[in-house]
């Protein structure tokens, strides 16, 4: 399903939802975060980003990259674009908003509202500064939120740029459109989705947790800087580092080349049960790559469109000894040594 537009019927704001069949459908914004884009999710990308780098790009763009069969007429479904070393990641609105105003059940029941935050939350007056607790009338209707939960909406609340992004989704509803403005944060955010070449189509995301890059109003005195979401331990940068500073780049990068796979092809022979040919090439190009730039796992695989061929290929060329004989082969080419390791 994709969210196109948002209409105005009756006086009320409806969300145009095209179907897979490629009919119409007319959905209840508050229902919005029960979408879920039609792509598979098997590749993962997690990244350290700063919101004030991803930038608008066209809703075709999206569509046309996941092959979803459905020509946007307009951009009146925003669509970011990100870039993190070599990988560009383009995200819906719809699947950032779901990500950032949690719990969906209960934020998107007042996202689509004038002043829905103030309809949702009230301000609590502590010694060091300004918490937030849910109206009771909204306690009664849903589920308890967990401590997580609540931190994000004191957030929301208390911080000039969160609360614009809260109050632009209805803005931009009101004219049509299914976006906002984006928060000044620094996050850790993990992406799913589908990766074609080196552009990754988000299906979901989920923000780990963020730093703010802003101070909050004057009237909510002291507030955390930084927010844990999740609950899991995650690294503020992309991913754990394993880097071998003994590698250096060859006349085509990291990536192994033509001349040197020439002298590495003997060591996959065909007929085995291990990768060989140009599978086996990636992969060893794709180990290379993580290990002399120290990028993290989740970056290797995901550049082969896996959630752990790359990583476990390595640990089975390690245990049988074939990385050392690969990476002193590679080696010995770059630095122009005549003779070379087999």
Known sequence: MWLESIERMNGNLKGKVIEGDGKNKWIDL???????????SRSKFTAATNLG??????????LDTAGLGHKATDNSHQVYAIHHQDFRLVVPAIVFCKALFAPNATVFEYLYRPSGIDLLLAPVSQPAGMTVTLIPRIIRQHEPIATPGMARLQWLYCFPSARAAFDSVYFNAARGAIGLELPRIYANISFRGHLLENTLVVSSLTLNRFKTLETPFGWAGEQPEEYELTGENVSSHLNPVLKNSHLIEGTAGWGVSDFEWSHLEHLFPPGNKRATGKRARDLVSAIVTKLGSGTGWSVANASLGTTCAVSSYYQSCLRSDRWQRIESTLMAIRKGNSGLST
């Open 30 to 40: 508050k229902s919005t975060w029960q979408l879920k884009m039609p792509i598979s």
């Open 53 to 62: 780098d991803w930038r608008l790009a066209e809703a075709a763009d999206y």
